[in-house]
């Protein structure tokens, strides 16, 4: 399975002989689009998001190199599944340190939790299709070394979370980590979980002052900490601050 994976990717330019131009292209202005999203105001935000939305969807799909080549596949899940087990290490370990800290923040209840993270959770999912499935993608049609196009798709994910300084490094450190493990073992479902449980363990255990909820571009800048300018309101059904 691992030979005709690997087969289909040749063929589709991994190597990046043919396709180059094309990739380039692409990459460029679903990347534009991306940032131009996270740091344009609403409600030309909104207009945005859909044009990178359409564009992305569209580009792959006349890029498409087949389901397998991008990782949707069961090969490689146990191969790569030990990087979900240490995520839910340090999960847990994150949790205990902020329970202790008294910085945890999560919801009370199952709704809670799903209408908190689940919208998340899929954006989550989302985001590491970008990474492995178009980034790393036309990255690995645009240079001959693998390394250097985990490199290069690693250093584009964490600069569209600029300017968070902890979502930039970390997101650095995951991309390069995700990247590495994708083109050894081709399987985007356990990177997916990883993802999520990072991400939500980012969220519940640092404060929301420190992260900025989160947010990245001008969302980042625009953020006002509680009580700096509006009251402190806490969703008694979620435990998040509104």
Request: charged share 10%; net charge positive.
């Amino acid at each position: 399975m691992a030979d005709a994976v690997q087969t289909e990717i040749a063929a589709s330019g991994e190597a990046g002989a043919r396709g180059g131009r094309r990739a380039l292209l692409e990459l460029c202005i679903g990347y534009g689009l991306i940032l131009a999203t996270v740091w344009t105001p609403r409600p030309a935000q909104g207009w945005l998001w859909w044009a990178s939305v359409v564009w992305i969807a569209a580009s792959t799909w006349w890029s498409f190199p087949g389901w397998q080549a991008m990782g949707f596949r069961r090969g490689g899940f146990v191969a790569s599944l030990w990087l979900v087990v240490l995520a839910a290490v340090l999960s847990a370990t994150a949790v205990l340190i902020a329970m202790r800290l008294h910085t945890l923040r999560v919801p009370h209840t199952v709704l809670g939790w799903v209408l908190a993270w689940g919208g998340y959770i899929v954006w989550s999912f989302a985001q590491q299709f970008l990474l492995q499935g178009y980034f790393l993608f036309r990255m690995l049609r645009l240079t001959s070394r693998r390394e250097a196009a985990a490199a290069w798709a690693a250093a584009i994910f964490a600069a569209a979370h600029l300017p968070n300084p902890l979502l930039t490094c970390v997101t650095l450190l995951w991309g390069a980590v995700a990247c590495i493990v994708f083109l050894r073992c081709r399987n985007l479902y356990t990177l997916m979980l990883t993802h999520a449980i990072l991400g939500v363990t980012l969220a519940i255990t640092v404060p929301g002052p420190v992260i900025h909820n989160m947010r990245v571009g001008l969302g980042y800048l625009r953020y006002r900490p509680p009580g700096k300018g509006r009251p402190l309101l806490i969703d008694p059904e979620t435990g998040r601050v509104r």
